[in-house]
């Protein structure tokens, strides 16, 4: 499985961006980078996934590095409900063993009020 | 619209017995797989199912099996059960690979 490096945990203050680096240099042409969060007791959500160009929706923003070795999900102006676990994972776009969803421990990020 | 139901939401067994749970997608999703959480391990996975063919298998003893039904429901089963098992089942329903999935709120088994 391609594997992503992520800190194990970040600190931000309300109403501030928060950036969210993850590292995956042996990522393959054709794997897609999604990142998921889990609020305390409650399964995994997800946020935002992308090929190659950066991508935006209502919850986040994710920025590509060009070589595709490296993603940051951008949470605009984080708020307490964003205090979660976020996890990185690269799933391949075609069937096999590397389609599915491979959770790492993830980043723990912490929103002081 | 409804989305991943998971039933039951809690449930306790003994050593031994076996257990079946079951998820409904979101209508439509033709794409589920199932995931254990223990505090200790994490998230891991169990096997994803697409068009009632199981796509993918996690690396699980052969006690933990699942199925697909063609309206695309699923159901996981656990035999002979052990302590060890005890955990939040996760179930989670995707259109296909290009897209991302949405998780149920799990089922939360104890064994004792």
């Known amino acids: 499985d391609a594997k992503t490096t992520q800190p194990n945990s970040m600190e931000s203050n309300e109403e501030e961006p928060v950036h969210l680096p993850c590292n995956h240099s042996?990522?393959?042409?054709?794997?897609?980078i999604h990142w998921y969060r889990q609020l305390p007791s409650q399964g995994p959500e997800y946020v935002i996934h992308g090929l190659t160009s950066n991508v935006n929706n209502r919850m986040a923003s994710l920025a590509i590095a060009e070589d595709r070795k490296s993603s940051t999900l951008i949470l605009h102006r984080a708020t307490l409900r964003d205090a979660a676990v976020y996890y990185c994972?690269?799933?391949?776009?075609?069937?096999?063993?590397?389609?599915?969803?491979?959770f790492g421990k993830g980043i723990t990020l912490s929103v002081r009020p | 619209k409804a989305g991943v139901t998971q039933t039951p939401r809690y449930l306790i067994k003994t050593r031994g017995q076996q257990v079946t749970l079951s998820c409904s997608p979101i209508?439509?999703?033709?794409?589920v797989s199932w995931y254990q959480q223990t505090p200790g391990q994490g998230l891991q996975f169990l096997f994803e199912y697409f068009s009632e063919t199981q796509r993918n298998k996690g690396n699980f003893p052969g006690r933990f099996s699942g199925r697909q039904f063609s309206n695309s429901r699923s159901e996981m089963n656990v035999s002979t059960l052990e302590l060890g098992d005890s955990a939040l089942y996760l179930c989670?329903?995707?259109?296909?690979?290009?897209?991302?999935?949405?998780f149920g709120s799990g089922t939360r088994l104890t064994v004792v």
């Open positions: 042996t990522i393959s042409g054709t794997d897609y």
């Open positions: 989670a329903s995707s259109l296909d690979l290009s897209y991302g999935y949405t």
């Open positions: 994972i690269l799933r391949a776009v075609y069937t096999g063993a590397n389609s599915k969803l491979t």
């Open positions: 209508s439509g999703h033709r794409s």
